[in-house]
């Protein structure tokens, strides 16, 4: 069975940080990407950033670039994501996402990713 489980999210105030895990099963983790993504109320999915075994440059968005940090932990199937001087803008349900890829780059788009994990809330209080 695929899993992807978040966690570590929380209340945070303005300027904080707080660290993601999304913790994988079921599936060769080395032929999949990660994705990080976020949903505010009323808004659309986003990704947030993105990072894979075929190609050593992580992406972010350009609205988190500088601040949050992706990582990998291969041995423990386990994607981290490091959310540093947190915003009020970055409150959001944070999923992880995975896609089956083998190439350089990333993609973006929700629809092309596999599986998705079930979410974490992420709250920055000003």
């Known amino acids: 069975e695929v899993q992807l489980v978040e966690s570590g999210g929380g209340l945070v105030q303005v300027g904080g940080s707080l660290r993601l895990s999304c913790a994988a099963s079921g599936f060769t983790f080395d032929d999949y990407a990660i994705g990080w993504f976020r949903q505010a109320p009323g808004k659309e999915r986003e990704g947030v950033s993105f990072i894979s075994n075929s190609d050593d440059t992580p992406y972010y968005a350009d609205s988190v670039k500088g601040r949050f940090t992706i990582s990998s932990d291969n041995a423990k199937n386990t994607v981290y994501l490091r959310m540093n001087s947190l915003k009020p803008e970055d409150t959001a349900v944070y999923y992880c996402?995975?896609?089956?890829?083998?190439?350089?780059?990333?993609?973006?788009?929700?629809?092309?990713?596999?599986?998705w994990g079930q979410g974490t809330q992420v709250t920055v209080s000003s």
């Open positions: 996402a995975a896609v089956e890829w083998s190439w350089y780059g990333t993609t973006w788009p929700p629809r092309d990713y596999d599986y």
